[in-house]
């Protein structure tokens, strides 16, 4: 049995999720980053992460140069940069509008993100277009606030 791509991709519409940009940097690759909605936790123990990274993507070359990568959990009010870091907008023009530092283990980490995850690769395997990227977590940063939702193609937030 055939999957049409249409219905395939309407359905997955439907599945609600958080909105993440996933950013790393290495000396050969620069500053990289790039939204994301597929991102899941994997393992407690150890702590463990996955995202999934298409593999046209720029980023993923950082991410696997580097061995590192951080999960930024964007908050309600980050429409842009979740918009900034899915459009067409070179690398730089990416970063511009966004306050970041290094992280620990060297990727860019937001400081207004609702969480910031910061891991090292133990794990890629290539599934059709996409890499499952899996990292073991080595540092996290929280504060308080909404996350910025996706569903149905359009952005939303939790109720009150």
Same mark, same amino acid.
Request: proline content about 4%; aromatic content about 10%; overall charge negative.
């Given at each position: 049995m055939? &999957?049409?791509?249409k219905?395939f ?7 609600a999720?958080? &909105?993440?940009v996933v950013t790393?940097q290495?000396?050969?690759f620069g500053l990289k980053?790039m %939204?994301? %909605? ?7 123990d150890?702590?463990q992460?996955? @995202?999934c ?8 070359d950082? @991410?696997?140069d580097g061995?590192s990568?951080?999960?930024?959990i964007?908050m309600?009010?980050q429409?842009?940069?979740s918009n900034?870091?899915?459009g ?9 509008? &966004?306050?970041?530092?290094t992280?620990? %283990?060297? +990727? +860019?980490?937001?400081d207004?993100a609702?969480a910031?995850?910061?891991? %090292?690769?133990v794990q890629?395997v290539?599934?059709?277009?996409h890499w499952v @990227?899996?990292?073991e @977590?080595?540092n996290?940063?929280c504060?308080?606030?909404? +996350?910025?939702l996706?569903?149905n193609s359009?952005?939303?937030e939790?109720?009150?």
């Open positions: 055939t &999957v049409n791509d219905n991709k309407n359905a997955l519409k439907l599945w999720s958080g &909105v993440t790393a290495t000396e050969k980053g %939204t994301a %909605t597929s991102f899941s936790s994997v393992s407690i150890p702590p992460i996955l @995202v990274i298409n593999k046209t993507a720029d980023t993923g950082a @991410v696997f061995k990568f951080a999960v930024n964007l309600v009010e429409q842009e940069v900034q870091f899915a067409g907008a070179t690398q730089e023009e990416r970063f511009a509008n &966004v306050k970041w530092h992280g620990d %283990t060297g +990727p +860019p980490v937001f207004d609702l910031s995850i910061e891991c %090292t690769v890629q290539l599934a059709g277009t @990227v899996i990292g @977590v080595q996290v940063n504060q308080n606030g909404k +996350p910025l996706y569903y359009a952005y939303g939790l109720s009150s």
